[in-house]
């Protein structure tokens, strides 16, 4: 039978850097031109970073994220989903300063601290376009995601109950979903609630696909009926990978936040590339896209109208 299933696009990140790719858009005006893209091509969520406009690096400042939130809301109606994970080495107060200022309908969450490395990367880049490139990547070996229980419960406290926002649950490992069921029955987490099952990062669960059945059932175990299901994979295994969760009945996140890549050695030249490509594949499985109208019916959102931006 045809389900809705959400597509959420993640647009720029923190993950990659500039060397690693031309398309990767950093400055405010090609970031909302290439989450406007992706909107238009299905995408019902859009989840968003902000970049410093001079060199590319991973930005918590409101003033950038106000230099593109607005032209993406003019220009559609996808859900806009602003980040709360920032970076690595960004603090706690630095990650919400932008999502406390614009009280966005969504927000991602990180549900553990974590080693979350991509220094592998560094030794496949020689000529790095910017200085702090090769340090951010090579760093990555040597840094913990901080993410505590303290910490979380001040975002669902002060960005969930205060501003009216849900989350996108990120969840890159088992550990995580019982972190998460934690605060159910804390009673700072209420139904229906959204699960980002995230495979691939080096410190997290690994992309196979018996783990997305593992971390599938052991989501149903924790929380029945009470929560819609994603997937996203790192890099190679994004398409396969999320072809395999849709099966499974989950929804989808493509980006280049998360792969760089269309397909084997070939770039993707924007956004909304994958989530053309990843909308084909869906609808071949006999899948319907949810708009960004359903996916704020499904997931319980406060609606675009109650932002701060």
Same mark, same amino acid.
């Given at each position: ?219 149903? &175990? %924790?929380?029945?009926?009470?929560? *819609?299901?994603?997937?996203?994979? $790192?890099?190679?295994? !994004? /398409?396969?990978? #999320? ?36 909308? &084909? %594949?869906?609808?071949?499985?006999? *899948?319907?896209?949810?708009?960004? $109208?359903?996916?704020? !019916? /499904?997931?319980? #959102? ?8």
């Amino acid at each position: 039978m045809a389900r809705k299933v959400i597509i959420t696009c993640a647009v720029t990140g923190a993950v990659h850097t500039p060397t690693m790719s031309p398309y990767l858009p950093l400055t405010p005006r090609d970031i909302a031109a290439q989450a406007i893209e992706a909107a238009q091509a299905g995408a019902a969520i859009l989840h968003l970073h902000a970049r410093d406009p001079a060199d590319g690096r991973p930005s918590a400042d409101p003033a950038v994220f106000a230099q593109f939130l607005p032209a993406i809301r003019g220009a559609t109606d996808a859900v806009l989903n602003l980040t709360t994970g920032g970076s690595t080495s960004m603090t706690l107060e630095q990650r919400l300063a932008a999502p406390l200022r614009f009280k966005p309908e969504m927000a991602s969450l990180n549900m553990g601290s974590m080693n979350f490395s991509i220094h592998p990367m560094a030794a496949k880049l020689k000529d790095w376009k910017h200085g702090w490139e090769r340090a951010y990547v090579e760093g990555t070996e040597d840094t913990i995601f901080r993410n505590t229980f303290r910490d979380i419960r001040r975002i669902l406290q002060e960005l969930g109950e205060g501003c009216g926002t849900r989350f996108e649950f990120e969840c890159y490992d088992l550990g995580h979903l019982y972190s998460l069921a934690h605060f159910v029955d804390a009673g700072l987490v209420k139904p229906p609630f959204f699960i980002q099952t995230i495979l691939g990062i080096l410190g997290g669960i690994g992309a196979d696909p018996e783990n997305v059945g593992f971390m599938r059932q052991t989501a149903n &175990r %924790l929380f029945g009926a009470d929560y *819609h299901w994603s997937v996203l994979a $790192a890099g190679r295994h !994004q /398409m396969p990978l #999320l072809t395999h969760a849709a099966v499974m009945g989950a929804n989808v996140r493509v980006g280049l936040e998360d792969s760089l890549y269309l397909g084997r050695g070939q770039l993707a030249t924007s956004n909304a590339e994958q989530v053309r490509k990843i909308r &084909r %594949l869906l609808e071949e499985l006999g *899948h319907e896209i949810a708009t960004p $109208a359903e996916a704020r !019916q /499904m997931l319980g #959102l406060k609606g675009a109208d109650h932002v701060a931006f």
